[in-house]
Every structure is written in C-alpha cells, then in structure tokens.
T-cell receptor, first 109, second 115 residues
Framework: GIQVEQSPPDLILQEGANSTLRCNFS?????LQWFHQNPWGQLINLFY???GTKQNGRLSATTVATERYSLLYISSSQTTDSGVYFC???????????FGSGTKLNVKP | NAGVMQNPRHLVRRRGQEARLRCSPM?????VYWYRQLPEEGLKFMVY????????ESGMPKERFSAEFPKEGPSILRIQQVVRGDSAAYFC?????????????FGDGTRLSIL
C-alpha cells in the first residue's frame, strides 16, 4: 500500500491565526482529497486535488504530485474549523483510498 | 440532489448479535466503498463493490464480515456475531466511475457500539 503521513498530529490555534497542514505520501498517486471530520464525526469533503492549487474561501490546497506532498492552508481560523483534517490518496487502478492519521485542530476563541 | 445516505446513524448491538449497515450511493453512482474508522484513527479501506459484484475485498476481515451491492436497493455491510472490537464508525463512499480520477463522496457514517 501507500504510506500517508500527516503533520503536525495536533495543532492548537488562537482564533484568527493561520496554519499549514502537510500530507506526505510514499508513491505516485492520481487522486488526493482533503477532508474535515467535524466534532460530530461527519466527513466533509474539502478538496479534490490530485495536482495544482485550489482555493475555497479561507481554505486553499496545493498538491505537488512529483514531490509527493500536499498542503492545506487555513487562514483566519475560526472555532468552527476545529476537528480532524484527513488527507487521502489513491494510486491508479487501486480503487481504494489510503488515509493519513489526521491532524487534530483545536481553534480557541 | 441527495448525497450518500447511510443508516442507521447509530447502532447498538450486544455481543453475538448481527449488525446490518446500509448505504445508498449518490444518484448516478454505481461504485461503492466501505471504510472503517477505529477511535482516534484514520479510515481504513474494507471493500469496493459495483452493482452485483465485489471488486476488491482485501481490507475485509475474513470471518464474520460480508458486503453486497444488489441490482436493486442499497449496499449492505453485514457483521455476524459481533464482538467488542467491531465497535467503530463505518463509512460508505460512492463514485460515478472507478475511483481513479474521480472524487469519492462520503456518507455521514454509522457508529456501531457493541455492549
């Protein structure tokens, strides 16, 4: 399988701060998604980003497939951003996602 | 445009009972994936199905677990003779085609608790 490493494992921010979450993976991938798991356990799809850069409001993501990493940027964090952020990758024709262990984010008011 | 629907949201079973988890994919999606999330961990792949076919069950425990995706109706993940270690959140995802180059859309999960 593919090894997916996320860092940092835990992050505490003051409301309004910015942060960068990182996802490294051990092999070439053709599919990468970022998810936010909220405190109720729901998985929210943030980005489908096998390569390149995308932005959605205060969130943006960049994947450099040739160097096997992806970054998720959160700007002007809010308490509702709290939860666990997962990166998931898939190799061509493997038809399954490999998830990282997540970054647990706590945004304090 | 309903997303992936899973039910029940919460399921409580006693040891030795059977658990049935249901997943209806998004409209137009014919590929279904099941994942399991143990407490404080990431999701782990269990099985990939298309209509009436199991394509990849490499992540499924060999005993007590089975999955199906019939021609009509939802996909079912079935756990027989449940044990405490089966307590977890079970997520279903669907895609329009095989996952390669297609995003997977996840349901809200079923939280299974074994007493």
């Amino acid at each position: 399988g593919i090894q997916v490493e996320q860092s940092p494992p835990d992050l505490i921010l003051q409301e309004g701060a910015n942060s960068t979450l990182r996802c490294n993976f051990s092999d070439s991938v053709n599919n990468l998604q970022w998810f936010h798991q909220n405190p109720w356990g729901q998985l929210i799809n943030l980005f489908y980003i096998p390569s390149g850069t995308k932005q959605n409001g205060r969130l943006s993501a960049t994947t450099v497939a040739t160097e096997r990493y992806s970054l998720l940027y959160i700007s002007s964090s809010q308490t509702t951003d709290s939860g666990v952020y997962f990166c998931a990758v898939e190799r061509y024709n493997f038809n399954k996602f490999y998830f990282g262990s997540g970054t647990k984010l706590n945004v304090k008011p | 445009n309903a997303g992936v629907m899973q039910n029940p949201r919460h399921l409580v079973r006693r040891r030795g009972q059977e658990a049935r988890l249901r997943c209806s994919p998004m409209k137009g999606h014919s590929h279904v994936y099941w994942y399991r999330q143990l407490p404080e961990e990431g999701l782990k792949f269990m099985v990939y199905l298309q209509k009436e076919n199991i394509i990849d069950e490499s992540g499924m425990p060999k005993e007590r677990f089975s999955a199906e995706f019939p021609k009509e109706g939802p996909s079912i993940l079935r756990i027989q003779q449940v044990v405490r270690g089966d307590s977890a959140a079970y997520f279903c995802a669907s895609s329009r085609e095989g996952a390669s180059n297609q995003p997977q859309h996840f349901g809200d999960g079923t939280r299974l608790s074994i007493l």
